[in-house]
């Protein structure tokens, strides 16, 4: 008996050998595009620069833009190898209205190789041709990722439209091989759910399952009627669980559990992916009727990367190449042993994959005319037309629509063919003899990848803590992972933890001074914001006596705590970060009940608060050893730092744990005795951070926790003469208060206050005529709205380019128009309530001047009646120096500006009292440049939303009336609580000097601590 392995072999080689009788290059189409694709596999730099081009091309209008921007990313002079791209760029600059154009066709014509038709019409005609070579197919409409409910409807009118007219045009075509037909309708569309619903979200998939599958029971009802085959592709993995399971649900629905005809994809690049198929299985089993299956590798696997490096978390999927071949080899085996359930198609182009199936059918005794092979429009016609020859079943996967919408489509496509990973580009590009090819993908798998960094040729290695001096902060540490809510058990933890906070509400709250609980006589409830008469927990309400009590306790422990030697210090906050990540569910369930924070935003602020308490300890370490100024002999000098003494904390309640937190925690480890003053409205996240350090070990006295009213407790601290340093964050009024006040210098005071102030800001974002407007709404969108504006980085004045303001204004409404709005104890919910009943009066306020100053553009009509909700707001016609334009807000209004161009964009940004952060959407190398060098903002984000500083990676913070310029989660951020200090020593006797002194030394601690 031949072995599976030499079948495949000699499947495979006959496969090349009738793809051999038909050369045609890889490309089909000459020229342009395999000159292009040429050179992008040779030069990594070239093909970003390409790939970015491309993207931005369709939505340049003007000859003279496509010129520009041509010239922007080709010609710095880098390029000397492609005299393609010179002598373009040089012809280009002499005759743009010829050259325009035609690089506008060349481009379009790349695109049209993998899209099938603008519009049913052009892609039935290449139906009809494919239909004449015995090739199938299945129809996908182009562009995903919709913004607004309004843009997910067109899309389902034309998925309706589609197939109505599909199912018209091909009323009288057969089945290719004539056999076992009724598995294999010959319509057959491809949606996908990101395009029929605008506001998924992984933690909500009972809500994204509602939405889509009102969208979807018509489509599937009338495919039905139709005879026609309906299949779920699959996104990224953020999507997958929930489209998993609206396929499931759906057709689980009696209409539907009867009903073969339906489809879904299975990604064997994803670790999840045998246990999901697995699980798809037994519920096709119990559901009693067929179902089919896509399998492929998957072709997210670049975003998938290089989102879980930025989030911290493992990527979902394999990080070698041949592990997903082995598991797409697997898996083929698992659909072909459930054959009676499910019917499998093979969306590959790897002759190896593909003959590995053909192979284990054959073992099986499953007749070829019940699966099919799936390819790619535009892609492997030789391949496709071999496994025609053989007998095989064959489905062309055939985009349709327009360039622009298809921008991703494409760039995914061109990634693909480009990889240095890919088997197309092995075989057609590198010509990889057949052997080789053909090889076992398990033989290759090679023993551990230790990280993503391996399989990408990175090192990782300057990623560990303390690894070389040269090490930016930034990367010398690594960030906590945020709370994944795509999985159920994430997401049953969160409500578990709400219920549990929701247990225990009334909870009342003590102070802690000195070590020790302290209760008043005067209680201050804290409310929850969503239903303002729930009481969250009780605070005791600290008085003047509390306030000198607490400085007194302070000063007695700094006395102690200042000696302590930074590693134990560094040690108390590693150990709190430790304790804040096991209570995380439960720190964020309060912050949602107490402030009103979405789920993920709650989460974030706890991974915040951790981030904090790592990267401040791992900055003290290097702060905290004395080091040497200058190699001189017969003379010592080191540079070190002492605390100044005691610190008050003073945090908002917008960030309630991360930011006292964050305040508290730079303080104590830079050897400060602290007291820290929660938000009145946010007493109860203060208390259990309080908790949180107490458990850590805390030594008495040196962190003191005081609930109580700014303006009695607060006003007494600020001006007290043992308090020699203030850590605030809040309002530009109070701000300022203490800014003038901390300046006075009281009798008895023995240090001259240092005041940490971060403010609020007025921020900007600049959109480009060229930018991408998929990405400037939704993340336009999430700054403004994003836990209801009430972030200080949060978006307030959108600048649009008057070339730009309609297109963008047409979809900006509608996508403020499909927001979640609700209690942000649901998950999925993007805005909740402000904070309290004040707020709510000044920011309604704020929106009747606006409604005098300039004209309402949106508003939403149906917020939640109880609680403190605004309906997120848009202002147009707004002016510079119109009040909302001006004044910080801090809540959902946006104000939209008209500008004429750049110039003027940059004055109107930076024309304000503030600079904390500002953005920029724009896909001109020129344009990010010199924004990124003239936007007055602390943090200026380019092509993302401007708020999510993360620790270390973002040091956060602005200037002008927004702060005093220092960083919060940066390397300069523990200097500010620090005196520096130097000690020199002659250290030569009689003439004598020792070669060198240590670059370092340990800290002048005395006595010395025992080793
Ligand atoms: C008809 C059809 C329908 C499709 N539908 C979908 C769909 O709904 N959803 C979807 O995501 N994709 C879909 N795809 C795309 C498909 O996933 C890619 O075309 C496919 O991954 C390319 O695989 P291949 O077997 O043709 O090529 P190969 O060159 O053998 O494989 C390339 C693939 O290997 C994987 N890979 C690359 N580098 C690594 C690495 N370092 N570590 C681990 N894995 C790696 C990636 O998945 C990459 O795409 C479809 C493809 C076809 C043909």
Redesign the pocket.
């Known amino acids: 008996m031949r072995s599976l392995q030499s079948d495949v072999e000699q499947r495979g080689t006959r496969i090349f050998e009738l793809v051999d009788k038909h050369p045609e290059r890889l490309f089909s189409k000459a020229g342009f595009y395999q000159r292009l694709m040429a050179l992008s596999m040779h030069d990594e730099r070239f093909k970003t620069q390409l790939f970015r081009f491309v993207a931005v091309l369709p939505s340049l209008r003007r000859s003279s833009e496509i010129i520009q921007h041509l010239e922007e990313y080709f010609s710095d002079g880098n390029d000397v190898f492609s005299p393609l791209v010179g002598t373009g760029v040089r012809v280009a600059r002499l005759v743009p209205w010829i050259s325009a154009p035609v690089l506008r066709w060349n481009v379009s014509e790349m695109a049209r190789q993998f899209i099938a038709g603008r519009n049913p019409h052009e892609v039935i005609a290449t139906l009809r041709k494919r239909r004449a070579q015995k090739i199938g197919f299945?129809v996908d409409v182009l562009g995903e990722a919709v913004v607004s409910e309004a843009e997910a409807d067109e899309y389902a009118a034309l998925y309706g439209d589609l197939l109505e007219k599909l199912a018209r045009e091909t009323r009288d075509w057969t089945d290719p091989l004539g056999k076992n037909a009724e598995l294999f309708p010959v319509v057959n569309l491809?949606v996908?759910i990101s395009a029929l619903y605008s506001q998924l979200s992984p933690a909500a998939p009972a809500d994204a399952i509602a939405h889509l599958s009102t969208k979807l029971r018509p489509l599937l009802r009338r495919a039905r009627e139709l005879g026609a085959f309906i299949?779920f592709?699959?996104?990224s993995y953020a999507l997958k669980n929930t489209t998993l399971e609206l396929f499931k649900t759906i057709l689980t629905e009696p209409e539907f559990k009867d009903w073969p005809h339906a489809g879904i994809?299975i990604?064997?690049?994803l670790r999840d992916s045998e246990g999901d198929l697995r699980d798809l299985i037994e519920w096709g089993r119990a559901r009693g009727t067929p179902f089919a299956v896509?399998l492929?590798?998957?072709?997210?696997?670049d975003y998938e990367?290089t989102k879980s490096g930025q989030n911290g978390s493992n990527p979902p999927?394999?990080?070698?190449?041949?592990?997903?071949?082995a598991n797409?080899e697997k898996l083929t085996r698992v659909l072909f042993e459930n054959n009676s359930v499910v019917t499998p198609?093979f969306?590959?182009?790897?002759v190896?994959?593909i003959a590995h199936a053909q192979a284990v059918a054959d073992e099986l005794g499953i007749d070829p005319s019940r699966f099919e092979f799936?390819?790619?429009y535009g892609?492997?016609g030789p391949i496709k037309r071999a496994l025609v020859e053989m007998g095989y079943r064959v489905?062309?996967?055939c985009p349709i629509g327009e360039l622009l919408p298809g921008m991703a489509y494409l760039v995914?496509?061109l990634l693909?063919n480009t990889?240095?990973?890919?088997?197309?580009?092995?075989k057609f590009a590198e010509n990889v003899p057949a052997k080789e090819l053909l090889r076992d993908p398990k033989e290759l798998i090679k023993p551990a990848v230790a990280g993503i960094g391996d399989?990408?040729g990175h090192s990782r290695s300057n990623q560990k803590n303390g690894a070389s001096l040269h090490t930016t902060a930034g990367d010398s540490f690594r960030n906590a992972p945020l709370v994944s809510f795509i999985y159920k058990d994430s997401q049953d933890k969160m409500q578990s933890a709400l219920r549990e906070a929701r247990k225990r509400f009334g909870e009342k709250h003590p102070l802690y001074i000195g070590g020790e609980k302290i209760w008043t006589d005067n209680l201050t409830p804290s409310v929850n914001p969503a239903e303002p008469t729930e009481i969250v927990g009780y605070g005791t309400e600290a008085g003047v006596d509390e306030a000198e009590r607490a400085v007194k306790a302070a000063r007695a422990a700094f006395e102690k705590w200042r000696w302590t030697p930074f590693e134990e210090r560094a040690q108390l906050l590693e150990r709190a970060a430790d304790i804040l990540g096991r209570r995380r569910y439960e720190l964020s369930a309060v912050e949602v009940f107490e402030v009103g924070k979405p789920w993920s935003e709650a989460d974030g602020d706890i991974r915040e608060a951790i981030d904090f308490c790592t990267f401040y300890a791992q900055q003290m370490r290097r702060l905290g050893r004395p080091k040497l100024t200058q190699q001189v002999p017969g003379e010592e000098s080191y540079h070190h730092y002492w605390p100044r003494g005691v610190a008050f904390v003073i945090a908002p309640w917008n960030f309630p744990v991360a930011i006292l937190c964050g305040m508290a925690a730079a303080g104590v480890v830079t050897g400060n005795a602290v007291i820290m003053k929660p938000s009145e409205q946010s007493i109860i996240c203060g208390a259990m951070l309080m908790q949180v350090f107490e458990e850590a070990g805390v030594p008495p006295g040196v962190l003191n926790f005081l609930s109580g009213h700014g303006s009695v407790i607060g006003a007494h601290l600020v001006d007290h003469k043992d308090v020699d340093l203030i850590a605030f964050t809040g309002s530009r009024e109070v701000g300022l208060k203490i800014w003038e006040s901390a300046g006075i210098t009281r009798p008895g005071q023995r240090e001259l206050k240092r005041v940490i102030c971060e403010m609020g800001g007025k921020n900007a974002m600049i959109v480009d005529a060229d930018a991408d407007l998929d990405e400037t709404i939704m993340y336009s969108i999430y700054s403004a709205f994003g836990f209801q504006g009430q972030k200080c980085s949060a978006l307030s004045r959108l600048i649009l380019l008057e070339e730009n303001y309609d297109r963008v204004m047409e979809r900006l409404i509608p996508a403020a128009a499909s927001l979640r709005i609700g209690n942000p104890e649901q998950p999925g919910i993007m805005v909740g309530p402000v904070i309290d009943e004040p707020a709510y009066r000044r920011i309604l306020e704020y929106i009747e001047i606006g409604k005098k100053e300039a004209t309402l553009a949106y508003q939403a009509k149906e917020v939640p009646p109880h609680g403190y909700f605004i309906p997120p707001t848009i202002f147009t016609d707004v002016k510079p120096n119109m009040r909302i334009a001006r004044e910080e807000i801090f809540g959902p209004v946006l104000s939209v500006l008209k500008v004429r161009d750049l110039d003027e964009a940059l004055e109107v940004a930076n024309g304000t009292d503030y600079a904390l952060t500002g953005g920029f959407f724009s896909r001109s190398p020129d344009n990010i440049e010199r924004i990124k060098a003239r936007l007055e903002a602390g943090n200026v984000y380019i092509n993302r939303s401007c708020t999510g500083a993360i620790v270390g990676r973002h040091p956060f913070g602005g200037f002008k009336m927004s702060g005093s310029g220092t960083k919060a989660g940066g390397e300069d951020y523990l200097l500010q609580f620090l005196v520096p200090r130097v000690v020199t020593e002659n250290t030569s006797r009689h003439g004598f000097a020792p070669e060198q002194s240590p670059e370092y030394r340990d800290e002048f601690l005395w006595p010395k601590p025992r080793q």
């Open positions: 299945t491809s996908k299949n592709d699959m996104e994809v990604q064997a690049y896509r492929v590798k998957g072709a997210y696997w990367t999927v394999f990080l070698q190449k041949p592990e997903s071949d797409f198609a969306g590959s182009h790897n190896r994959s799936q390819l790619l892609m492997a489905r062309e996967y995914r496509r693909e990889s240095n990973e890919g088997f197309l580009r092995a399989s990408r």
